[in-house]
């Protein structure tokens, strides 16, 4: 069984900052990559960032530049710094690990942006 717990949601100005963790547990010796999605109301859930385990990164075309995903290997942690946030980041923000070509989801951290 793998597990994800994120942290760091919470309610921001328009234009702040703030730093998502998820650490991850459980059956995750042949862990393949981290990342996260969201998914605002009444919206399809959106993919945001992931980081391979080779380190190499990827990110949805409206965050690069303002979010950046990184990871601590010895802690199975993956953080998403998210900065210049704007009323539209507002969502439910999941954090996702593929392990063995299957992918596990955690239960979400909010972040609301308010203008």
């Known amino acids: 069984q793998v597990q994800l717990v994120e942290s760091g949601g919470g309610l921001v100005q328009a234009g702040g900052s703030l730093r998502l963790s998820c650490v991850a547990s459980?059956?995750?010796?042949?862990?393949?990559?981290m990342g996260w999605s969201r998914q605002a109301p009444e919206k399809q859930r959106e993919f945001v960032a992931l980081?391979?385990?080779?380190?190499?990164?990827n990110y949805a075309d409206s965050m690069k530049g303002r979010f950046a995903i990184s990871r601590d290997s010895a802690k199975n942690t993956v953080y998403l710094q998210m900065n210049s946030l704007k009323p539209e980041d507002t969502a439910v923000y999941y954090c996702?690990?593929?392990?063995?070509?299957?992918?596990?989801w955690g239960q979400g951290t909010q972040v609301t942006v308010s203008s």
């Open positions: 996702f690990i593929v392990v063995s070509d299957r992918q596990y």
């Open positions: 459980g059956n995750i010796f042949r862990t393949e990559s």
């Open positions: 980081i391979l385990n080779s380190g190499n990164t």
